[in-house]
């Protein structure tokens, strides 16, 4: 995404980027489902270019956006899952794998490393 918008000090008036603009992003995942659809395995890349055309508030903002811009980042993810009974299913993933120290544009906050992730669903009728 891109915006501009005319900033007006005095007579002057001059094209400054919109504040917190996300940067180009890209979800990239492969998924196999086995033939009976009671098992299954994904893996995903997210990418993020680094977001360094900012506005003056964002400049002014460095508790959010570190100086001169926030940096790209990828991280990938797998994760798995699995219908043992009928009714329940089991998952479980790995995020983050590489554990990639980042930020997403304007958060305020970096997200988590290395994470584990396990669920269930259990859907049963009475």
């Not at 992003?25 to 492969?30: A, E, N, R, T």
């Not at 508030?57 to 460095?62: Q, R, W, Y």
């Not at 983050?96 to 669903?121: C, F, K, L």
Request: charged share 25%; net charge negative; no cysteine.
């Amino acid at each position: 995404m891109a915006g501009e918008a005319d900033t007006i000090v005095g007579n002057e008036v001059s094209r400054e980027p919109l504040s917190r603009i996300q940067p180009a992003m890209s979800l990239l995942g492969i998924r196999w489902d086995s033939p009976s659809r009671k098992i299954w395995v994904e893996a995903t890349v997210t990418i993020a270019d680094e977001q360094d055309r900012l506005s003056p508030e964002d400049e002014l903002d460095t508790q959010r956006i570190p100086p001169g811009g926030t940096p790209g980042y990828t991280t990938y993810a797998f994760r798995a899952g699995a219908e043992p009974l009928d009714g329940l299913k089991v998952f479980a993933g790995v995020e983050n794998i590489m554990d990639t120290d980042y930020r997403i544009h304007g958060s305020g906050q970096n997200e988590a490393g290395t994470s584990v992730i396990m669920g269930a669903d259990w859907t049963f009728y009475l």
